[in-house]
């Protein structure tokens, strides 16, 4: 029987399971993955970030320190089901407030599911600059458990010169008529390209690999070929399915796939293998665009040559609809409540484009969970939430999310807190679902991501036994920034029991100046009163760039709970604001995310140097500077050594760190 060293750890792991705990400096650093130099969002001076690393039943701490200077940010860890801890699901504005330069913030959960995920920020469209990493949880009890001797994990990624700030602002313009997504410069694999280094997986002759690929992309699938070897996949986003054999896979932005390579019985030569990234509207059209593509290795002998760039000639990528989970969950029976979306692009009254799933979303004031928490009997009321697109359903039923694709190009959609059953998925052109009585699969494939074929639908299922507040969004980054964003809110009665805010996380809202309880405007009195709620996505919205408000401006609501709306006509004594010494990584101090005052003209002439705020009648101003030009290679390293100045005036810097793991 096979079982390598790293198996058998997490076999003795799994009989002390325990706590595996991460402390991290979230910063910025250089790195020129594809060979252009720019800055990234790193993890404790270092990126790539780091692989979180469990085994089912462990309690995963993760502490983050932002250190970014000018960036709010948090994590989401995704697939994870957060059974218990809706709290630490980390969406920005959904169930916490975005932890501001200088603050602190710890999630904790425990990890109950094994499987392939992934943890990203979830503030402002910010993870395409760099905060993404693995998160694996090894499972003592793999149905696989024998049948392989070594797992490699492997991302893919597309990659952007320019930063997300001004990527956003370029999209989100009037002039930006088609309503296009910002456009990769290049794709990566593991984090590089055949322009700076090739990924190479060293095979011995006889074993068998276990590879987990995660899509951490933003806009582009991953399409993924070996040369000579076939793929015999066996989990899809933390869900075990009975083997499959596929020649070719496509995976989705926020996808991941694990399947099993068995090595050639002798070393005779080396081979290749090809990711090609997927930037098309519909894959399937004639005269689709493969310009973006990273070459691979499989090295059996470092003495001999690796091959020839491996080509594919055509792309027809294994159906996962046909996938069989390996427990055969039957079909979830007729259901209780059935959600229709139909989700398009088009503009607002500004001409901005934006996206519409039903509506557009609009980031609320308080945290949704925040408002399920406090506004009592009235949390079954989705006019509470303001314009989240919120959707109530309540403990045990079976709830059917009918999804109707109105554009003409694929977009994966994930949803938090659950994996669904996909009980059908036409291909593209089908159009919308029209109700009728079709035979779904008796044992349907599950997952919490799926692509929704273009001018087509999918029909998802799942049980309402997860009270929490969860996102249900296209994971195109961009289109989240767009407004595709969905929420339910699932048996607020049981969250409302089950639920208990952190006194540090309402602490990291109150330090902005963020209202913690009342429905979307903060109103704690009226819960149905929603004057003074968002009622526009930000325009200009640059997205997780911190920026101060005066607080003493805002709109005045009525309250309850001194808590709910602090004094923040003064800044904390402990982080009084100076213009003459700091950069805007000090303006935390003062709150005021996510309003920014960068203008659009001002991102496009500047983004990588933090200068010192404009002040002017009370409200601080900010140009950051990011031009992005391959002559600017080795000039924008100025942003993150602000960020190193001036943090240690918040916080000690805590050492980099391996994870510690507590066993009990």
């Known amino acids: ?10 076999f003795i792991c799994h009989s002390i399971a325990g706590t595996v705990e991460y402390d991290w400096n979230i910063t910025w650093v250089d790195a020129a993955p594809d060979g252009f130099s720019r800055p990234v969002i790193g993890i404790n001076g270092q990126w790539p970030c780091p692989t979180i690393k469990a085994t089912v039943g462990d309690q995963v701490v993760v502490t983050i320190h932002n250190k970014l200077a000018n960036e709010a940010t948090s994590l989401h860890f995704h697939g994870i089901l957060q059974r218990g801890t809706n709290e630490m699901d980390g969406a920005g504005q959904v169930t916490q407030c975005s932890v501001p330069p200088g603050r602190s913030f710890t999630y904790r959960f425990t990890v109950d599911k094994p499987g392939t995920y992934w943890y990203h920020s979830h503030t402002g469209g910010q993870y395409p600059d760099g905060l993404r990493g693995p998160l694996i949880v090894h499972d003592p009890d793999d149905p696989y458990h024998g049948q392989y001797d070594e797992e490699v994990v492997l991302t893919t990624s597309d990659w952007y010169h320019d930063q997300v700030p001004v990527l956003l602002n370029r999209m989100l313009s009037p002039s930006n008529v ?9 794709g990566l694999l593991n984090d590089t390209s055949n322009e700076t280094a090739n990924v190479t997986l060293k095979f011995t002759p006889g074993k068998t690999y276990k590879i987990r690929v995660i899509n951490m992309g933003a806009l582009a699938a991953a399409m993924l ?17 009975h083997e499959h054999h596929a020649e070719q896979i496509r995976v989705s932005p926020a996808q991941r796939y694990a399947f099993l390579l068995e090595a050639k019985p002798t070393d005779g030569r080396n081979y290749a293998f090809l990711t ?6 519909d894959f399937t059209k004639a005269g689709s665009d493969w310009r973006l593509n990273v070459t691979g290795y499989i090295e059996y002998d470092s003495a001999k040559t690796l091959p020839a760039l491996f080509i594919v000639d055509d792309w027809d990528p294994l159906d996962d609809f046909t996938l069989v989970p390996y427990d055969n ?20 009254d500004l001409g901005i484009p934006r996206a519409y799933m039903n509506n557009t979303y609009v980031p609320p004031k308080v945290p949704t969970l925040y408002s399920v928490l406090t506004v009592g009997e009235d949390a079954d009321n989705p006019a509470v939430y303001g314009q989240v697109n919120p959707l109530v359903v309540q403990y045990g039923q079976t709830v059917e999310i009918v999804l109707n694709n109105l554009d003409d190009a694929i977009h994966p959609f994930h949803l938090h807190g659950h994996h669904f059953q996909v009980c059908n998925r036409p291909s593209s052109g089908a159009g919308s679902f029209g109700g009728d009585n079709r035979t779904f699969p008796s044992v349907p494939v599950r997952r919490d991501t799926v692509s929704v074929n273009a001018n087509s639908h999918v029909i998802l299922r799942f049980t309402a036994d997860n009270p929490g507040v969860w996102l249900f969004h296209c994971h195109i980054e961009w289109h989240v920034s767009m407004g595709l964003v969905a929420t339910i809110i699932e048996a607020p009665a049981k969250l409302q029991r089950a639920i208990t805010i952190p006194q540090h996380h ?8 963020l209202p913690t309880a009342g429905n979307a405007a903060g109103n704690t009195v009226n819960h149905t009163d929603l004057a003074g709620a968002n009622t526009a996505s930000p325009n200009p919205d640059n997205g997780a760039l911190f920026n101060i408000s005066a607080c003493s401006k805002s709109t005045s609501i009525a309250t309850s709970s001194a808590a709910s ?11 009084t604001y100076r213009a003459d010494t700091t950069s805007i990584a000090t303006k935390s101090s003062r709150g005021g995310f996510p309003v920014c005052q960068v203008t659009e003209s001002e991102l496009e002439s500047t983004v990588a140097h933090a200068t010192p705020p404009n002040v002017s009648n009370g409200i601080h101003t900010t140009t950051v500077h990011t031009k992005a030009t391959r002559t600017r290679t080795h000039q924008l390293s100025d942003l993150h050594r602000v960020s190193k100045k001036v943090t240690t005036r918040y916080s000690t810097v805590c050492p980099d760190s391996e994870p510690t793991r507590h066993h009990g």
Do not use: W
Not at 1 to 10: C, D, E, F, H
Not at 276 to 281: E, R, V
């Open 1 to 10: 029987m096979r079982m390598s060293i790293g198996l058998l750890a997490a």
């Open 178 to 186: 088609p309503i296009r997504p910002p456009f990769p410069d290049s």
């Open 225 to 241: 070929q070996f040369d000579s070897h076939t793929m015999k996949v066996i989990e899809i986003d933390g869900v075990y399915v």
């Open 276 to 281: 090609s990234f997927d930037i098309n509207k």
């Open 329 to 348: 969950q039957k079909l979830l029976p007729v259901p209780d409540n059935q959600i229709t979306l139909d989700f398009h692009s088009g503009f607002d």
């Open 506 to 513: 309402l602490d990291i809202c109150i330090a902005q100046c």
């Open 565 to 575: 709306s602090p004094d923040c006509s003064h800044p904390p004594v402990s982080h």
